[in-house]
């Protein structure tokens, strides 16, 4: 099962990203709706594909992943300088997201409901070779 390693606030981002980077190959990050104090999420589609990255991706993998939590709406929606919409490498569309990154890159994505109802697409990110 991987390590999560939770990011409330995008200015960490890029550091937490390098410290792993320099001690595995691969890096997951996993960019999620914000939660209330009940666990409730803003983002409807987060709460949907939960269990299919819990299941098939942070319990199938190894090593650290970075959980992104965009804790409000209004800081995403209609918010194209959002860090993680801006960042030129992550470029992420939409939560929830998972991108694998390899050297900096990213090299797999899984944003769409189609994405996360594939479970091969997932164990491929879990797994990568």
């Not at 001690?23 to 914000?34: R, S």
């Not at 890159?105 to 879990?126: G, H, S």
Request: charged share 30%; with cysteine; hydrophobic share 35%.
């Amino acid at each position: 099962m991987a390590e999560v390693v939770e990011i409330h606030d995008p200015k960490e981002f890029e550091d937490r990203l390098e410290e792993i980077a320099q001690d595995q190959q691969f890096v997951i990050c996993y960019f999620t709706g914000g939660e209330d104090a009940d666990g409730k999420s803003w983002c409807p589609d987060c709460v949907v594909h939960k269990k299919a990255v819990q299941e098939n991706i942070i319990n199938q993998s190894s090593g650290k992943l970075l959980k992104c939590w965009v804790q409000t709406r209004d800081e995403w929606v209609g918010k194209s300088d959002h860090p993680y919409k801006a960042n030129p490498v992550l470029k992420v569309r939409g939560v929830p997201s998972v991108l694998l990154l390899r050297e900096g890159e990213v090299v797999a994505r899984a944003e769409t409901d189609a994405d996360f109802e594939n479970t091969d697409l997932l164990q491929m990110i879990a797994k990568p070779e």
